[in-house]
């Protein structure tokens, strides 16, 4: 689900009921984690981001809820963790919202944060 939502807050107000809490779950913990970072609507959903550029973001699609970690190299590092999750190179899909690891994402996040990377 693409938005024009021009700001978060908004954006989640026209979230899908089921998905509503995790998704308001995932803004909490990247608002708090991610200490110093913009958070902005971009490519249609909520972004994070650092002088680099977005660095993370997530969205409501149509059968899922999308995870975007935009530093490859904490995907790779993560790999052990990620195993067994429905993931592309920069992003993991959670097909149940009861079902987020919401301490896997913070560990992502920490990770983003501490990586000194550029975003892929």
């Known amino acids: ?3 024009d939502a021009k700001n978060v807050t908004d954006y989640l107000k026209n979230v899908p009921a089921e998905r509503k809490a995790a998704l308001t ?9 991610l200490k110093g970072y913009k958070e902005e609507m971009a490519y249609g959903g ?24 935009l530093i490859h190299e904490v995907m790779l590092a993560n790999k052990e963790l990620l195993k067994g999750l429905n993931q592309g190179k920069g992003v ?3 097909s149940n919202p009861d ?3 919401f301490e896997i994402i913070e560990n992502l ?4 944060v501490n990586s000194g ?3 892929c």
């Open 1 to 3: 689900m693409t938005s």
């Open 25 to 33: 779950k995932l803004r909490l913990l990247c608002k708090e984690v």
């Open 46 to 69: 909520p972004t994070y981001k650092r002088d680099n550029g977005i660095e993370i973001g997530f969205a409501s699609q149509k059968t899922h809820i999308c995870f975007y970690c």
């Open 92 to 94: 993991i899909r959670f």
């Open 99 to 101: 079902k987020i690891d």
């Open 109 to 112: 996040l920490t990770d983003i």
């Open 117 to 119: 990377k550029k975003p």
